[in-house]
């Protein structure tokens, strides 16, 4: 006899009369791109096979505004404040594919504007290359990149804001106090569906997470509206980018706009996980359970893509299948509908750079010409060029790395001679912090040491591009480093996240040494000499200080 999932669970929201109304956010000027709440389609069948009684699919990408999804109802808001309201043109970066830059592009046709594109290369899946004609054939003037991190070092404005060349910055992903307002109105759109009888009382949403303002303003809205509901985040951006404390960052600046505004007194918002394992091999790249997801949703008649939605599809497909979730469940789908129109001369308004990335893009051998001979020698000169800058690190007498190199451990020891107070830290010999710190990086997952790589490797040799320093920071005077390093705080976004991470790494290294424990009236770990954890002092200690591990010891999971 074929089992049956279980009923959806039907259940009032908890809020009420009280909660929040959407009346009582119209106070806050938007452009009405959003004219009415977008459906949410029931899947049985889909349930049915994973065992859940209740799976549903708000369907953003129905929504009638610049061409569907999620990002019309942050610009909705976003775009309706200053400096954006009265300005002719808006600048705004992105991958070649995204999806915000899509909706700016229309937004930008629809308005008047123009549009100052800061685009970077990301692999070809599905929709990507039809997102670029879109941008391509609006009007939009596009500027090209080799990879996020180029576009960091040559135009940092236009990922930090305000403003780049005198346009104002529309910020990655739109995401901005002001433009998670759309995200908290749509909160109460669906609490309002629930009681209207649409649908059950989601126990769970899953949604991607990418500049993070769709689910923390999300999470707001959810609780304001009285519901219940817990937020599944699936990162498709690398853990530095999606971390809990961003995400914490997020939801203050919300609350402090809408506490601006007049709404004040908020709940906490809901509950949200942030789930970093289904990313794969980076940003923009399908997975083998993305494209999976893809073609699940296909037959159900719902295109979703492999890169945000089909990721995200992909962990509930997985969360339901271990039995992490049971219950009513609520995919929220913000990528955009399909059969978008570009120009049939889009590929001529590319920058000849990008206009080549696109031909060669999966040919299997380029032909072997002149030119390319040309750009091969210059490319070894600059190699060469580079290898001496990436030369000249000494061995650190103390230092012997099992995750950092070398080079890094001399970035470490001198970020943190500019960033630390004076040390009281006597006769250690040169490499010492940096060895704490590798030991403490030990046995973390890999996608965690890469951005940590990558981080110290921007610190290192973004003195030139960020600070108009010759010189790497390594070979800087100590007063310059803390000038270069501060500098990288006050830009805010992704570089003022970088310092931290500098900075928390090297405090963590410091002060595991016993000489500064004073400075900070900590007299050390309650262990007393000779302890025997099996005899009667056992009473008068917690039980967790005898598991003070030996010096030198190693996690298990470390990699010998």
């Not at 739109?174 to 309002?192: C, D, F, H, Y």
């Not at 960033?419 to 009281?424: F, K, Q, S, V, W």
């Not at 501060?486 to 405090?507: E, F, K, V």
């Amino acid at each position: 006899m074929e089992s049956k999932p279980p009923a959806p669970e039907q259940r009032s929201p908890a809020g009420g009369e009280s909660a929040l109304q959407l009346a009582e956010l119209d106070a806050v000027p938007r452009l009405g791109f959003i004219k009415e709440p977008s459906p949410v389609t029931p899947l049985p069948d889909l349930a049915k096979s994973l065992g859940l009684p209740y799976l549903g699919i708000k369907r953003d990408d129905l929504c009638g505004a610049l061409n569907g999804g999620t990002k019309p109802r942050k610009l909705d808001y976003l775009l309706a404040s200053e400096p954006f309201v009265s300005a002719p043109a808006w600048a705004a970066a992105g991958g070649i594919g995204s999806g915000n830059l899509v909706a700016i592009t229309a937004a930008a046709e629809e308005l008047g504007r123009s549009v100052r594109a800061h685009l970077f290369w990301t692999p070809l899946s599905s929709g990507i290359e039809e997102n670029l004609a879109f941008i391509a054939s609006g009007p939009a003037v596009i500027s090209f990149y080799r990879s996020r991190v180029t576009l960091a070092l040559r135009c940092p404005a236009v990922l930090t804001g305000p403003e780049v060349g005198g346009v104002p910055v529309i910020p990655p992903g739109s995401t901005s106090p002001i433009a998670m307002i759309g995200m908290v109105r749509a909160g109460l759109e669906l609490s309002a569906q629930v009681r209207a009888g649409e649908l059950p009382e989601p126990d769970h949403v899953f949604m991607a997470f990418g500049s993070g303002g769709s689910a923390v303003g999300l999470a707001l809205g959810l609780a304001l509206g009285g519901l219940r509901t817990s937020i599944v985040a699936v990162a498709a951006v690398e853990r530095l980018l999606s971390m809990k404390r961003y995400a914490a960052s997020l939801s203050r600046s919300l609350a402090a706009e809408l506490a601006r505004r007049g709404l004040k007194d908020l709940p906490d918002p809901a509950p949200m996980e942030i789930d970093h394992g289904y990313l794969g091999r980076g940003y923009a790249i399908a997975t083998k359970d993305s494209l999976a997801a893809c073609e699940a949703l296909a037959k159900e008649g719902i295109r979703i893509e492999p890169a945000y939605t089909g990721k995200t599809m992909a962990a509930l497909f997985h969360y339901a299948r271990r039995g992490a979730i049971t219950k009513n469940t609520l995919f929220w789908h913000t990528a955009r509908r399909e059969h978008l129109i570009p120009e049939t001369n889009w590929r001529d308004k590319l920058p000849p750079e990008l206009a080549r990335r696109l031909r060669e893009a999966g040919s299997p051998s380029p032909k072997i010409t002149r030119r390319r001979v040309i750009a091969a020698v210059s490319a070894a000169a600059l190699g060469v060029g580079i290898g001496v800058r990436l030369s000249g690190y000494p061995p650190l007498a103390a230092f012997q790395g099992a995750v950092l190199s070398t080079w890094e451990a001399h970035v470490l020891e001198s970020a943190a001679q500019a960033l630390l107070p004076p040390a009281p830290i006597e006769d250690e010999p040169p490499g010492t912090l940096a060895s704490r710190i590798d030991r403490y990086l030990t046995g973390m997952p890999v996608a965690t040491l890469r951005e940590v790589h990558a981080m110290l490797a921007l610190i290192e040799h973004g003195t030139t591009p960020l600070g108009g320093r010759i010189h790497r920071l390594t070979s800087l005077p100590a007063p310059d480093r803390e000038v270069f390093l501060s500098g990288l705080a006050r830009r805010g976004g992704l570089l003022a996240q970088a310092y931290g991470g500098l900075r928390d790494l090297c405090m963590l290294g410091y002060y595991q040494s016993p000489s500064t424990w004073a400075a900070i009236g900590y007299e050390g770990p309650r262990v007393p000499l000779a302890y025997d954890p099996l005899g009667p002092e056992r009473m008068q200690w917690p039980t967790y200080d005898a598991l003070v591990a030996p010096k030198g010891a190693l996690p298990r999971s470390a990699v010998r």
